[in-house]
């Protein structure tokens, strides 16, 4: 199993995955915890601010302006989140839909109650401000400073009318006893000061507080001017600098002019100067009054102002607490998601076929759970997958065998159903039946051509087989069939009939097995050797009796021969001749048979067949020869395995055949022409062939069948055993006979016979 | 939502300047005296309603006179010299009924000690007072270098900034406060004798 080296690279990249994601919201969940601290900090700090405070006025603009970055800071991340979720559910990413839905959801559970309480705050704010402000209130407010300055306005023109009565006492005063006069004055009046003054300005005399001082306070000529021209007036200072913890220096001066007696006498004009200070409540009212007055004026002016501030505070804190939620959905949607995502994405995955390792959270919530029951689920499913693959495997590989094995056996094997259609064979049996039965696979055997008969005795023996297994309790049976010479490519050697030991047995599931094999080689193998069993015997009884008979002959033509008479003596010589003619003839036919029956086995050594063939043919050279023979070796054929007599032996037969069959063709009236032996080296199939060519008669067709048979022969006084002893010493050596006519111009021009030799192996490896 | 946007809207400040009232210096004169280099200018701008309505309630105004003093520099931006600063500020006093002008160097509320202050019997006198200035002395001689070229940049506006807070919410960005003017005048090289 290698299922582990697999598992570990994926569960790695697994991790790192989680691991980063982990990083990650890590990061995410800081960032938007330090956002929304300081968007809290910066709002409460609004809040304070609008409280009127002077610290916070004074930071209101900046604190305003951070909010808003805040905000558009969430607003940002908001829209990248959005900008991000869209992209993912354009493209299809899977768990997108359900993501949004559910930042939907949680934004909308913070947007909406947001959103109520914005109104109703927005409601409350706007319209408590305007009931800060009152008309009665404005109205009492200002009636108040009417009336105190209606209150100093009298005091002032009291003053000034006291003043100018007062005057009248002056008018015949002299500068220079004025201070005694003036004193008086001040005395009725009440006042603080008084002082004269002459009309260039000049101090004349004073009395009061402020007497001793250096220099005095001076009327301005324009006060000097109006005077003059009103002959009184009178006017209130002090007060533009008081404030309620300060009032002393308020008061009231009345300038008026003493009357002057000389009447268009040229002389200048005096003035009264009177300073008289204002009651201290009345002023500290007064000017509470005032400052009340300004506050609420400068409010009232101010109050669009404000409400602006109490809406922008509240509008931001909705943005902010509205981005916060939105925010804080997508990152909580995203939380719960994750494992329903993860889970989701396993199944489509696992419906797809690939059950590679799937990530487990380690939550200990139930969602975590499922995701851990899914990975186990996937591992199981995947374990018994393997199993069942390997066992797969293991069925294949024996199926494969089980082919290979079917494929090589030279026995042919058909599996046929109850009623004779071919289920199945092996190459074995087309090589044997010589019918392509690959492709006859679905069809009934008796649909072969040429089998016809063969798949009717099969049948036969089945049903047999069938009928009596019940009663003799057998397992196959067995038969041997001759198959007719119809058969298509017949071969030369094998005559026209293959004979076939068949098998048939009944398969599990009510199938049928057939194996059979080919035997005639066997059976043609067993018929020579009786047959030489036969020669030998049948030789050596024949042989017995021979040479008696010889001399018998002889004897009885040496006695008789000039005893009888010339037409007897004829008779005598001629029938003695011919009976020791025939005894010759019988003779050696009778050694031809006992060497046929006594061939010994060949002994295999390295011969040089070329030289062999060279040696033989001194024997065939012009003198000699009744046909020339030509030899064409090749000198480049290597050492053969033979047995070097058994090969001259061989050389000898083929030639003599060669020989006999030019002759009888020059006897027919043929041009005469020579036997070509030639030796020739095949590199393609690593053997040596040694052929025999002549253009004699040729091989008659039913003769070159069984031309290799024992006594098959075209010549009139041939035994019929020399191709049979060339075929027998080639089966000793292991090599291929082959006998043909030369077809020349359509016509039969002569016969070959090709041996192949295999050659010396090489020193083995 | 369209909501919310409309509220933003209403409180953000809208970046736009509406037009200004119409403010200008006229008779802008420097000059470099024996003891020191003096401005004289009349500042021409009528009292906006709003501003004059916040008056007739009360509320004190702030009117901003700056003038900076640069040096001519071929080979940079010109080099600030000197820069003054004069407030003044404007009340009414509706106890008794008269205008009261402030006049101070610096913010009014650090130096209060520094004040000079004025009465007047009508807004127009004391208007005509802040308006004018003769002989405001910006710089010692000793303050500028003798053969430069100096520029001279007046500022005059109505400071918003020290208004009470609410009011500058509401003040902001409206263009009946904004109230200034700006003027360039190059320094004489001699002292007029």
Redesign the interface.
């Known amino acids: 199993m290698n299922a582990p080296v697999v598992v570990t690279p994926d569960a790695a990249a697994v991790h790192r995955a989680q691991n980063r994601s982990r990083a990650m919201r890590w990061s995410i969940g800081v960032g938007l915890a330090a956002m929304t601290a300081i968007g809290l900090v910066l709002l409460f700090l609004l809040a304070q601010a609008t409280n009127?405070q002077t610290m916070y006025?004074?930071n209101?603009?900046r604190l305003f302006v951070l909010n808003?970055v805040v905000a558009g800071l969430l607003l940002l991340v908001i829209g990248w989140i959005a900008v991000r979720l869209i992209s993912r559910l354009r493209k299809g990413r899977f768990g997108s839909r359900l993501l949004l839905k559910l930042a939907a959801v949680f934004a909308l559970a913070g947007f909406v109650p947001g959103l109520l309480i914005?109104?109703v705050s927005?409601q409350f704010v706007s319209r408590s401000i305007e009931s800060w402000f009152d008309v009665k209130v404005e109205g009492a407010l200002e009636a108040g400073?009417n009336l105190?300055?209606a209150t100093?306005e009298t005091l002032a023109s009291d003053l000034a009318t006291k003043s100018r009565a007062s005057a009248s006492q002056l008018v015949d005063v002299p500068d220079a006893i004025v201070s005694l006069p003036l004193d008086r004055v001040r005395e009725q009046l009440g006042a603080d000061d008084v002082f004269l003054w002459s009309s260039s300005s000049q101090l004349i005399g004073g009395t009061g507080k402020s007497r001793f001082q250096l220099n005095p306070e001076r009327p301005t000529p324009q006060q000097f001017r109006n005077a003059r021209t009103q002959r009184t007036m009178s006017w209130?200072e002090g007060?533009?600098?008081a404030t309620p913890g300060d009032i002393t220096n308020a008061r009231i001066k009345a300038l008026v002019v003493v009357p002057n007696p000389n009447l268009g006498f040229a002389g200048e004009l005096r003035y009264l100067q009177v300073t008289q200070a204002l009651p201290p409540t009345l002023v500290a009212n007064?000017?509470a009054?005032?400052e009340a007055?300004?506050e609420y004026?400068?409010?009232?002016?101010?109050?669009?102002?404000?409400r602006?501030?109490y809406?922008?505070t509240l509008?931001l804190s909705?943005?902010l607490a509205v981005f916060g939620a939105v925010l804080l959905a997508v990152v909580l949607g995203n939380q719960i998601v994750r494992p329903l995502l993860l889970l989701a994405d396993g199944v489509n995955q696992v419906a797809a076929g690939d059950l590679t390792p799937k990530a487990a959270l380690q939550g200990k919530d139930e969602l975590g759970g499922l995701t851990r029951a899914f990975a186990d689920m996937t591992r199981q499913l995947s374990d018994a997958r393997e199993a069942v693959q390997s066992s797969m495997e293991q069925v294949s590989s024996a199926r494969a065998n089980l082919q290979t094995i079917l494929d090589n056996l030279t026995a042919g094997v058909i599996v046929l159903d109850p009623g004779g259609v071919i289920l199945s064979s092996n190459p074995g049996a087309t090589r044997i039946l010589r019918s392509p039965l690959a492709a006859f696979e679905g069809r009934r055997l008796a649909e072969v051509g040429g089998l016809e008969e063969f798949a009717t005795d099969i049948q036969r023996q089945f049903d047999t087989f069938l009928g009596e297994r019940a009663e003799h309790g057998l397992e196959a049976w067995q038969h041997s069939f001759e198959l007719a010479s119809s058969l298509p490519g017949g071969s030369a050697l094998n005559g026209d009939v293959v004979t076939l030991v068949a098998r048939g047995a009944q398969l599990p599931d009510n199938a049928r097995l057939l194996v059979f094999d080919d035997i005639s080689e066997i059976v043609s193998a067993q018929r020579s050797q009786a047959w030489g069993e036969v020669a030998r015997r049948l030789a050596h009884e024949i042989k017995n009796p021979l040479t008696p008979i010889q001399l018998s002959a002889e004897r009885l033509e040496m006695k008789l021969s000039g005893k009888v008479p010339p037409p007897e003596q004829a008779i005598l010589t001629k029938s003695v001749k011919t009976i020791v003619d025939q005894v010759d003839a019988m003779k050696r036919l009778v050694n031809e048979f006992r060497d046929y029956a006594r061939l010994p086995a060949a002994e295999l050594k390295p011969v040089d067949l070329n030289a062999l063939v060279a040696e033989v043919m001194q024997l065939y050279d012009d003198e000699n020869a009744k046909v020339p023979v030509h030899m064409e070796l090749d000198a480049g054929c290597p050492k053969i395995m033979g047995d070097a007599h058994q090969l001259r032996q061989v050389v000898h037969n083929l030639l003599q055949n060669a020989q006999d069959a030019t002759e009888s063709a020059v006897s027919a009236g043929s041009e005469p022409a020579a036997v070509i032996i030639k030796t020739q080296w095949v590199e393609s199939s690593g053997r040596v062939r040694l052929s025999v060519l002549d253009q004699g008669c040729g091989f008659p067709e039913n003769i070159l069948r069984r031309a290799f048979e024992p006594y098959v022969t075209t010549k009139a006084k041939g035994t019929g055993l020399g191709l049979a002893v060339v075929k027998k010493i080639a089966d000793e050596h292991a090599s291929r006979v082959d006998i043909a006519n030369r077809v020349v111009d359509g016509k039969v021009g002569g016969a070959q016979v090709s041996l192949s030799f295999a050659i010396q192996k090489t020193a083995p490896i | 939502m369209a909501l919310i946007w409309a509220c933003l809207a209403a409180v953000i400040p809208r970046p736009v300047q509406a037009e200004s009232v119409v403010a200008e210096i006229t008779q802008f004169r420097a000059e470099r005296m024996v003891d020191g280099v003096f401005l004289s200018a009349v500042v021409r701008f009528d009292v906006p309603p709003a501003v004059e309505d916040a008056l007739l309630k009360g509320v004190p105004m702030f009117f901003v006179t700056e003038a900076e003093l640069f040096r001519d520099r071929w080979y940079w931006a010109d080099k600030k010299v000197v820069s003054a600063q004069r407030h003044v500020r404007l009340a009414y006093l509706p106890l008794t009924r008269r205008w009261r002008t402030t006049v101070s160097s610096g913010a009014l509320a650090s130096s209060p000690g520094m004040a000079l202050s004025q009465s007047y019997e009508s807004m127009a006198e004391a208007l005509a007072s802040l308006q004018r200035l003769s002989r405001w002395k910006i710089a010692d001689l000793s303050e500028i270098e003798p053969g430069a070229r100096h520029n001279v940049e007046l500022r005059f506006r109505l400071d918003v900034t020290q208004l009470p807070r609410p009011f500058q919410i509401g003040a902001l960005g409206q263009s009946d406060w904004d109230i200034s003017a700006t003027a360039f005048q190059r320094l004489p090289v001699e002292p007029d004798k």
Not at chain 1, 297 to 306: F, M, Y
Request: proline share 0%; no cysteine; aromatic share 10%.
């Open positions: 009127n006025e004074q209101y603009a808003v914005y109104v927005y400073l105190g300055r100093l209130i007060l533009d600098e007064a000017l009054v005032t007055n300004r004026q400068e409010r009232a002016l101010a109050r669009d102002g404000l602006r501030m809406i922008g509008t909705l943005f």
